[in-house]
């Protein structure tokens, strides 16, 4: 079989290390191609692996916007509606900020991200609905001094995650692999072995063990594949 470059394994395993799987994004009616691109790109960045997202009715994202690097790397959730989405962040023990200017709003650099956080960003016509604010525990607001009252989605979005990932960073959350083994395992062989992957799914096959270097090293899997 085919060996692999060692630094393409180590880059992942590190890759998958700096993941923050307690940190996500929850895009509440985002549309325009190019914003959620650029937030899945950001999200990939400060180290997120998955984010969520409700879709103005007869819009749908593919994820063909996104550079190829983000699409790989970040899973995007969809969800038919807010509430239900917004309950299986907060069933996940995330408290939801929800970028949104009001009387509660505090600043963005008050919190504490290095808590299990989903920040919750809106529209770009209307921005955070008002069931989206209700649902939130708190609202974050971005101090804001010349005559434009508001940012781009995408750049509130990227503003706010490169503080919790400052926090956290001095915090040591860096470093740490606490992505479940499963997800590894998927994130790998989907990089390193996609034709063995997709083997494994239409077969329903567990994979195979990875030596050090990223190279199947199972023989008992290998018994398994010729009995099929």
Same mark, same amino acid.
């Given at each position: 079989?085919?060996?692999?470059?060692?630094?393409?394994?180590? =880059?992942?395993?590190?890759?998958?290390?700096?993941?923050?799987?307690?940190?996500? @994004?929850? *895009?509440?009616?985002?549309?325009?191609?190019?914003?959620?691109?650029?937030?899945?790109?950001?999200?990939?960045?400060?180290?997120?692996?998955?984010?969520?997202?409700?879709?103005?009715?007869?819009?749908?994202?593919?994820?063909?916007?996104?550079?190829?690097?983000?699409?790989?790397?970040?899973?995007?959730? &969809?969800?038919?509606?807010?509430?239900?989405?917004?309950?299986? @962040?907060?069933?996940?023990?995330?408290?939801?900020?929800?970028?949104?200017?009001?009387?509660?709003?505090?600043?963005?650099?008050?919190?504490?991200?290095? =808590?299990?956080?989903?920040?919750?960003?809106?529209?770009?016509?209307?921005?955070?609905?008002?069931?989206?604010?209700?649902?939130?525990?708190?609202?974050?607001? $971005?101090?804001?001094?010349? *005559?434009?009252?508001?940012?781009?989605?995408?750049?509130?979005?990227?503003? $706010?995650?490169?503080?919790?990932?400052?926090?956290?960073?001095? #915090?040591? *959350?860096?470093?740490?692999?606490?992505?479940?083994?499963?997800?590894?395992?998927?994130?790998?062989?989907? #990089?390193?072995?996609?034709?063995? &992957?997709?083997?494994?799914? &239409?077969? &329903? *096959?567990?994979?195979?063990?990875?030596?050090?270097?990223?190279? $199947?090293?199972?023989?008992?899997?290998?018994?398994?594949?010729?009995?099929?």
């Amino acid at each position: 079989m085919q060996e692999r470059s060692p630094s393409r394994y180590d =880059k992942i395993i590190e890759l998958l290390s700096n993941r923050q799987p307690d940190l996500t @994004v929850f *895009m509440d009616e985002v549309h325009k191609p190019h914003n959620l691109a650029a937030i899945v790109r950001t999200a990939d960045a400060v180290g997120i692996g998955h984010v969520h997202a409700v879709f103005p009715e007869g819009v749908s994202y593919s994820g063909h916007h996104t550079s190829s690097g983000s699409k790989r790397w970040v899973t995007t959730h &969809k969800h038919a509606d807010l509430a239900s989405g917004i309950a299986e @962040v907060k069933n996940q023990g995330m408290q939801v900020l929800a970028a949104h200017f009001s009387d509660r709003a505090v600043d963005f650099r008050s919190i504490d991200y290095t =808590k299990p956080t989903c920040i919750l960003v809106g529209s770009e016509l209307v921005g955070v609905s008002d069931e989206a604010a209700d649902l939130a525990d708190e609202h974050v607001i $971005i101090p804001m001094v010349g *005559m434009v009252q508001s940012l781009n989605v995408s750049v509130a979005s990227a503003l $706010i995650l490169y503080e919790a990932q400052r926090q956290r960073a001095e #915090a040591e *959350m860096y470093g740490e692999l606490k992505v479940p083994q499963e997800e590894v395992d998927y994130i790998l062989f989907n #990089a390193l072995h996609p034709t063995i &992957k997709k083997y494994c799914d &239409k077969h &329903k *096959m567990r994979y195979p063990k990875l030596d050090e270097r990223g190279d $199947i090293d199972d023989p008992e899997w290998d018994e398994l594949r010729r009995q099929i």
